[in-house]
């Protein structure tokens, strides 16, 4: 037994070498510019090995994106830590979607390097991830329109508007790190938090 729990321990190392080997050169290179060889050799295994987990190099991608997915996080979280106090909640939200996407910050780099060559991997962001998290969003909307706290509004949409401006303020300053918004992530949050309560309270 114990050498069994042994082997799948080491299989479960290496396939997280890969998959960090394979994260930090596509980030930096972008996907089609990196061999399977250069995330053998960064990982420190040979080639045969890296086929033996993943088959292709696109395999290897959909895993990286797989273990950088935050729905069950965010499942889990509109389920568990919301109060129902709107103002509260939304700033909450915004602190944790935006944490999460500085964590996956590797990810966009990398579809944003190859989104002509890899339209797929956009799509699937944005299939898998956040059209999902809109339908969380939209859901606790409609639960705050049934306690009495939000407008008449449509919820599918201003989830969009809500997590498309949070997005905008990502995507500034994951490229242009110098940009006018660096270090204003706290000030930004309360006032726009603010702005739109205002707009879809009662």
Known sequence: MTNISEGLSVKKDTKEKILMAATD???EKGYSNVSVKDIATTAGVSEMTVFRHFETK????HAVLQ???YIPYFERFFAEELSGNLDNDLQQIAHTYLAYMEKNKPIFLIA???RDRLPALMESISNTQTQQLQKLLSTYFQSQITQGSLKEIDTYGQAIVFLTS???FFVTNALW???FLKDQKE???QQF???FVSGVSV
Do not use: E, R
Not at 58 to 61: Q, R, S, T
């Open 67 to 69: 273990t950088h997915s």
């Open 177 to 179: 790190g110098n940009h």
């Open 112 to 114: 944003a390097q190859d």
């Open 25 to 27: 050169l596509m980030t």
């Open 58 to 61: 696109m395999g290897i991608l």
């Open 166 to 168: 949070l997005f905008g």
């Open 193 to 195: 938090v603010a702005t």
């Open 187 to 189: 000030p930004f949050i």
